[in-house]
């Protein structure tokens, strides 16, 4: 039964790449599973889409 992925990242264009050229491509191949790149800049507002923000706990970060 195969199953589907959903991946949510700033780089979809990345996957079908080493998807492709791995155990899991061959998998992807066959039909045994399945998977969406989803862009999440296409879900940020404002004029930039930005997607970043300030760490958690409000500190310098690392």
Do not use: C, Q
Request: charged share 15%; glycine share 14%; no cysteine.
């Amino acid at each position: 039964m195969p199953f589907h992925v959903n991946i949510l990242t700033l780089f979809p264009e990345m996957f079908p790449g080493f998807l492709g050229h791995s155990l899991a491509g061959k998998a992807l191949a066959r039909g045994d599973w399945s998977y969406n790149a989803i862009n999440i800049r296409d879900f940020a507002e404002g004029a930039h889409k930005t997607v970043d923000d300030t760490p958690y706990g409000g500190g310098a970060g690392m």
